[in-house]
Each structure stands twice: as C-alpha cells, then as structure tokens.
C-alpha cells in the first residue's frame, strides 16, 4: 500500500503534532474529565481559506510543518520496514495512529488501520482505546465514537476501559445523551462490558463541572441533581464508592452552597470506611471561607492534620489566608503564611502580596521578618524559572526585575 496516496483531503484540516513521548497514555486511568468544546473540522478550513479569526487549538499550528512532520513519519515507517525487515508491533502502529489522529489526517488514518489489521493482531483493542482518547482530547467527539464503533470492522472488541473512554470524550463536550445511552447499554442484563465505580464518576464528575459552567441557576441544580441520582443508582446497583466518587460530588455541592449534602457525603465516607483525602477537606475549606465562616475552615484544616488524612499544601491554606485579610485579620493571616513556608510550601505572589498589604494597612510593617521574605521570593524565583522551561513565551510584568540573570 502506498501511503502517500491517503493524503488528507482539502477540506480536512491539519492539526498540531506532538512529541510522540507524550501521544501514549494507559487507558487504564484518564484524567478528571473537563469541559472541551466540540471542534469542526469543515469550518476551521473554510475559516482558515478565508482568512477569517480562527481561535481555539487549531490557531496555533503551522500547515507546512503539520504536513512535513507527518509525511515524514510515515515515510520512516515503512522505510525502516521495508530496508531494514523491522517487524512492527501493536506498540509502533498505535504511536503512528495517534500521530495520524494528531495531524488530523483522518482519512489517512482509516487506511492506515485497514492496512496493519490485515498484517496480524497489530491493531488491538488498548489501541483503538488511546486512539478514541487521544481524539477526544483534541476535541473530535464525532470521529472518536467512529473509531469506537470501527472496532469490529478491525476485529477488537471493546472492553470496559473502551467505554469509559468514550463516555468520557462525550461528557467533555457535554453530551451526555449519547454518554447516558452507553451506560444504560452497559446496565443491560448479560452484557458483557459490566460499568464500573470509574464509569459512573466520570458522569457525576462531569454533572457537577458542566452544571457550574453553564451559568444558568437552573441548569445548575439539574446538573447537580442527576449527579446526586447517579450516585444513588451506583450505590443501588451494588458498588462502592471511591474516595474520587466523593470528591467529585462533595466538591460540587459545596460550589452550589449545599453545603448538608456534602457533609453527609462526608459522613457516609466515614461510615463505609473511605478515608478522606485533602481534596475532600480544600472542598470544604474554600467552602467556609467563601462564606466567611473562617473559623469552620480552620477546624477543617486542623481536622485534617490530626487524622493524617492528608498534607496540608498551598491549596489548603490559600482560601483561609484571604479570607483572613478580607475579614481584618492581618495577624492571623500571616500565622499561616509562616506555617505554610515551614510545611515546605511556597504561597502564590497574589497571597504573599495580599498579606503585606494587610499588614501594612494594619500598621504592622516590620511583622515578616528578612529570612521568611527571602525564602518566599527565592521560592517564587525558582517557581518562575521552572515554568519558564515548560512555558517559554510565558511573561508577566513584573518578573523580569524578580527573575535574577
């Protein structure tokens, strides 16, 4: 087969290729479910053609590079193949795919999976799996549920961590229609794909973080209610709740001021022997000092480490340190900055900013003494020059004069 006859069509439009280090990832695990708009393909070429303001992922990617990258990656592939006999395995034709699937040559990549199938078992199922996830963060929902419903035409059958993904990839650009259909099919007496406890908390996951997007009140609590009963049908249907599961819905509630559901959620961890973790306990901490009911906060804190249920970082005393500033309480405040900095954790330059304003507005200047003041600003100064190897065009006024040459 000649690939360079799978070239994308002109109204398929290239997209950004990464390392190819970073395309693999087990589809054992996915990470927490977040909102992703649905990308068009047609539209984002006519607007590109056109010269019309295309925003999004695809703004920031060049056509001649995309095309070079992947023609050249196909070339080695069958280049090493045919001059050297290297023998191909699952490993090397999923890395190829996901590139295929990167540069958005779809069509490419259709006859790409047709050819390896043929050869042997080189497209498996775990294949096709990072595929549909790799499609799915990029925002291509359609072509995702394509490859899902492709896989038997390759000969794979899709497992439980098939249908995760997928339900994920949906819930990310909010169809949960389509994802509440998957489920219930799962649910089916003698299916052979039975749910697990991570397919119903990719939903109530999503539930809660799309229902607080939407900026809709109403909205809002109907999303936190079919979170709510999609907890009760997993406990129903005989499983039991993970600390994420928890996490997940009693982050929700506390965002939408139901604030006794969510302490019932923690009760009932309690109960069922689920230890909590500091994710759950920052849930209730930014809770109580949204509310100004500081003290509350503090008690959580405190809770937290006298049970070893987790280490307090720089998400666990940022809320109470601006809720203290906020409240007058300037002294209190810097208490725990002090005890931030000791347990090893370096505040963000916006709470290290707001304490000395406090402070100085309270007239009590000379509080933080030149050791603590030098061990934050060096933190900071290291902080920033490690980002900067991960985001170089990152800038920010004020840095350069921090920032030591």
Known sequence: MDHRLSLPSPNIHPHILLPLSSLHRPPTRLPPPR????????????KFHNDILLLGPASHRDLNK??????????????????FGFHHNERTCRDMAIVLAKANWLKALWDFLKDMSRRGPLVTTQSITCLMKCLGEEGLVNEALAAFYRMKQFHCKPDVYAYNTIICALCRVGNFKKARFLLEQMELPGFRCLPDVFTYTILISTYCRYGLETGCRKATRRRLWEANHMFRNMVFRGFVPDVVTYNALIN???????????????EDMMKRDCTPNRVTYDSFIRYYAAVNEIDKAVDMLRRMQDMNHGLAT??????????????GRATEARDFLVELVDGGSIPREYTYNLVCDALSSAGEVNVLDDGLRERIEDGMQRRYKHMMKVKPIMTRKGYDNMVKS
């Open 35 to 46: 909102s992703l708009k649905k990308r068009n393909l047609r539209q984002e070429t006519y």
């Open 66 to 83: 995309v095309n070079l990258g992947v023609e050249k990656a196909l070339d080695f592939y069958y280049w090493v193949e045919n001059q």
């Open 252 to 266: 929700g509630c506390c965002k939408n001021y139901r604030i006794e559901r969510a302490l019932e959620l923690f």
């Open 314 to 327: 720089s998400s666990s005393y940022t809320p109470i340190i601006h809720a203290l500033c906020e409240a």
